[in-house]
């Protein structure tokens, strides 16, 4: 039988093993984005597998980086939802996720102390006036989650989102969120 971890053990591994790779699935989601727009999507790639047995796999930039920005948009939800911010609504908006909201089996930002022992707290929608471009970032944001949720997550009408893409959005949610799980969660536990 799997030995169970302490909620301290739990609260641990999510912050120096699970945070730490959601954060690298946005910056590869970064990366994928900046390889298509260097680059025709439909130009050959090959990958290179350095083994006793190398492989070589040929694909088009397209098939390749697509799955990658795209996981990253299911990453930065992810990062979000862990912070305390969610889109909700039509029209879509950013929200704190309430008490309700939570499941008490779920590990929130808001379940961590600071070392004077006071605890994180959930982001408020806020947090994206103190950066560059709030409104856009907010609605990278809310786009990035409504992408995730209506696109990727599961089929459904794509009345959010309007058919239209989101490119613009994913790139600066990519480029803001490393920065915010940096600031708001990193640098306060120190």
């Not at 697509?66 to 889109?87: N, T």
């Not at 499941?103 to 102390?113: A, R």
């Not at 949720?149 to 058919?163: E, I, P, S, V, W």
Request: hydrophobic content about 35%.
């Amino acid at each position: 039988m799997a030995e169970q971890l302490t909620k301290e053990d739990r609260l641990l591994h999510m912050r120096h093993t699970i945070i730490p790779f959601h954060v690298r699935g946005v910056m590869a989601g970064l990366s994928a984005l900046d390889l298509g727009a260097k680059h025709d999507l439909f130009t050959l790639v090959e990958i290179h597998i350095e083994s006793p047995n190398p492989e070589v796999q040929r694909e088009t930039l397209l098939s390749y980086a697509q799955p990658i920005w795209c996981m990253g948009a299911i990453h930065s939800r992810f990062l979000l939802e862990f912070v305390g911010l969610k889109s909700k609504a039509s029209p879509s908006r950013l929200e704190t996720i309430t008490d309700k909201e939570r499941k008490p089996s779920d590990i929130g930002i808001e379940c961590y102390h600071r070392a004077d022992g006071t605890f994180l707290r959930r982001l408020e929608p806020s947090v994206v006036d103190y950066g560059p471009d709030p409104e856009v970032v907010r609605r990278a944001w809310i786009g990035t989650c409504d992408f995730a949720g209506q696109r990727l997550a599961h089929a459904t009408d794509d009345y959010k989102l309007q058919n239209g893409d989101v490119t613009a959005m994913l790139r600066r949610t990519f480029e803001t969120i490393p920065d915010l799980i940096s600031h708001c969660f990193h640098s306060q536990l120190d």
